[in-house]
C-alpha cells in the first residue's frame, strides 16, 4: 500500500508559478513511477508529467504536450516526494491536480490514468487572467 499527500496548490495569475509536492508512504517500490495528472470540472481527467526511477541517481521523465517546456517534475527518493513545478501558467492550468503511483513506468510512459495504482486527494490549482 502507498499513500500519497499533495500540497503546494493556490490561486495565481496568469504567467504566475507554483510548485506541487506529493509525500509517499507505505510500499515504495510501488511508487517506481508517480505521476501528476489533473481534472478540470466537466472535463476528463488528463495525465501532466510522470518520472520514474531506472536507477539511484537517474530518472526518467515523460510530459504531456500541453505543458511541456512549462512544467518540471521531479523526486526526492530519499524523502518519498515528487515535485511538480508549475512555470508561465495560464487560465487553462485551471484543474484539480492529482498524484498518482505504480509500480509500473506504463503509468508515466503512457500518462494515462486506468495505470495508476494509487491516488492523492488532489490539490486545487487555480490560474486567474
Known amino acids: 500500500q502507498v499513500q500519497l499527500v499533495e500540497s503546494g496548490g493556490g490561486s495565481v495569475q496568469t504567467g504566475g508559478s507554483l510548485r506541487l509536492s506529493c509525500a509517499a508512504s507505505?510500499?515504495?517500490?510501488?511508487?517506481?513511477?508517480m505521476g501528476w495528472f489533473r481534472q478540470a470540472p466537466g472535463k476528463e481527467r488528463e495525465g501532466v508529467a510522470g518520472?520514474?526511477?531506472?536507477?539511484?541517481?537517474?530518472?526518467?521523465?515523460n510530459y504531456a504536450d500541453s505543458v511541456k517546456g512549462r512544467f518540471t517534475i521531479s523526486r526526492d527518493n530519499a524523502k518519498n516526494t515528487v515535485f511538480l513545478q508549475m512555470n508561465t501558467l495560464k487560465p487553462e492550468d485551471t484543474a484539480m491536480f492529482y498524484c498518482?503511483?505504480?509500480?509500473?513506468?506504463?503509468?508515466?510512459?503512457?500518462?494515462?490514468?486506468?495505470?495508476?495504482?494509487?491516488w492523492g486527494q488532489g490539490t486545487q490549482v487555480t490560474v486567474s487572467t
Open positions: 518520472i520514474w526511477t531506472i536507477n539511484s541517481n537517474t530518472f526518467g521523465a
Open positions: 507505505g510500499d515504495t517500490y510501488s511508487s517506481n513511477c
Open positions: 498518482a503511483a505504480s509500480p509500473s513506468r506504463s503509468l508515466c510512459l503512457q500518462l494515462n490514468s486506468n495505470y495508476a495504482n494509487y
